[in-house]
């Protein structure tokens, strides 16, 4: 369906084609009219008549300029580049200030991806006619193609004000806020351009990714849908759509979305790379393979298709095809290709090269959240806290893991003295997240705070037993119940940047969380009327998976059968599982000559699993909220690690500077629990000879 405005369009066109037709019928030679002939032409999307006319244009007045600017764009526009660069560079002989030239020759050097040439050229048509907007408007595009989005912003507010009813020049002040996250700002740009053309479909578009990317689904959705409704022809606005419907789990109309994108354009790179990151998204590796082989026939050297083969080589564990992928993505132009070979570097270990990366990514675009959070992640891992807890505040902006960020009505704590405020403390992430981080909620106590601790339901009852709750300094609520007033904020995982915490300065004045005696002594009897012994043996809790949504859960998790052979090689200990969750349900194929106690499939929260754990003398698990219980709790916890582990457990370490009774076992090579859990017993042996 044509809408509203591309009708009035066509029809405006068509009245000054009859109009200027009138006049090349009194005078075929009239260079004026075949030279807005010609516009109409490339107006109209017609390249082969607007180089016809605007060549008979040039032959009919070879010294006038606008002809040969004309027929330049309308060669362009053909797709015959050095034939339009002549006619433009014929054009500037001419009349060496003229600005129509300049700026064409400038929008030609951007095309060919020379920047800095544009920005000098359209720079000089800004000093020689500084009273047109459309020059500002052209240098601006050239700043924000040259990468350097705070100058753009300028040369679009000078446009905007010799302008003011310019809707591209507002809408392209907003883009530009949106690379400077000044998000307010942007919106603000992008609702005055809509305010002035209603119907700028564009506008409707990067409206819509800029609320999605603030959490404002509905919202976004709407803009989105507005977009393409405009534009049926919009394909970025069908895979914008697709990818919103991805990331709240409508797979299904994704794929719908994705293949509508795929019927406007069915060559366009860019859907043919959103299809192959939906495609190994869902599993389907081949699909993924042969969506992005079918973008590089297509573009051999587009960077983002380059960009997509470098990750898939990665998924695939191919690391040095990987690197050598992603390097060559770069050179043609791909940005996040510099992030992704440092994730690469820290999956193969060179966690050096990986932080060099990860830093020239951040210097090439600081306000990039994504290249900011990777950095942090790599800082934090090497020790570098004090830089990477400041890093760290850019998953804020980071969809990938706040894709809805939480909104309060009262300013963020940054770690200032509270003098007697009311402060919520937030938990933001797992379950793991809060036990760790809980500890900092009677520092901040200290800074003079009233503190109201907000976490979720399964570890409610267990941080009750942080003492500073006890003596009725920290109010604990549940996460969904209503919050007493509060004036200041502050997410449980940014208290150690507000505190500026070091690996040397980690808080730990001992155990901090604990059971309740009563439950404690109940789950001992328990242990001891299940097992039957009065001379009770060694007891070794054991937990082997984490939350099964997490990204990275498929590395730090494993199947409950690598466990069997260190049951029988320490015949003579008790083992009791602290699983929770599907990953319980494997207890059910343990072998007849195995016995495992389900001691926390059903426990009630993590308070259960506390007392529980209270009376056992050793825990090993791989990285689970169980870990960081025990280690809060100052029980012997051995911590089985992937071979990349996550950041907080850092690079060579046996020892984790956040809970001092834990050991970390690490996998020599990728995939090997086998060789983790034969060096566990080797130790588990060393104990019980020590014993």
Known sequence: MVVATELAEENSLLTQAKRFQQKLLRDPADPEALVAMSLIALASRQADAAVVTAQAATASAPEMLAAWVTLGHALRA???????????????????????????????????????????????????????????????????????????????????????????????????????????????????????????????????????????????????????????????????????????????????????????????????????????????????????????????????????????????????????????????????????????LLDIRCCDEALTEHRRAVARDPHHAGARYNLALTELRMGEWLTGWRNYEARWRFGEVNRIPPRYNVPRWAGEPLDGKSILLHAEQGLGDTMQFCRYAPLVVARGGRVILEVQPAVARLVISLAAVHSGAIEVIVRGETRPEFELECPLMSLPACFHTTVETAPWFGPYLGAEVEEAERRNSELFAHFGTESRPLRIGISWAGNPRYKADTQRSMPLANFFPLLRALPDAEFISLQKGEAAEQLHDVPRDLHIYDGSSRDRDFASTAALATNLDLILTTDTAVAHLAGAMGLRVWLLLAHRADWRWMENRTDSPWYPTMLLLRQSSLGDWTSLLNDAVTNISNLTKRK
């Open 78 to 344: 053909q797709g015959n580049e050095i034939e339009a660069e002549a006619a433009l560079n014929k054009a500037l002989s001419l009349d060496g200030v003229s600005e129509l030239a300049l700026v064409a020759l400038g929008e030609f050097r951007c095309a060919a991806g020379e920047a800095d040439a544009a920005v000098e050229m359209i720079g000089r048509a800004v000093h020689y006619a500084p009273e047109k907007p459309s020059v500002h408007l052209a240098y601006g595009h050239a700043l924000a193609c040259a990468g350097r989005f705070e100058e753009a912003l300028v040369a679009y507010l000078a446009a905007s004000a010799l302008a003011p009813k310019n809707a591209e020049a507002h809408f392209a002040a907003g883009y530009s806020l949106m690379r400077l996250y000044r998000v307010e700002d942007a919106e603000r740009s992008y609702r005055r351009a809509l305010f002035l053309h209603p119907n700028f479909a564009a506008a409707w578009l990067n409206l819509g990714q800029l609320l999605y990317e603030q959490g404002r689904v509905i919202e976004a959705e709407a803009a989105l849908h507005r977009s393409v409704e405009l534009m049926p022809k919009l394909a970025t606005g069908w895979v914008n759509l697709a990818n919103l419907e991805k990331d709240r789990g409508g797979t299904q109309l994704a794929e719908k979305f994705l293949q509508r994108a795929m019927e406007v354009d069915p060559e366009r790179v860019e859907t043919l790379v959103a299809l192959a990151h939906h495609a190994n998204e869902t599993g389907n590796r081949a699909a993924a393979w042969q969506w992005v082989e079918k973008a590089l026939e297509s573009a051999p050297e587009n960077p983002d298709a380059l960009n997509t083969r470098g990750i898939l080589l990665h998924v695939d564990g191919r690391n040095e095809e990987s690197l050598v992928a992603l390097a060559e993505a770069e050179a043609c132009g791909s940005f996040s290709a510099i992030s992704n070979r440092g994730n690469v």
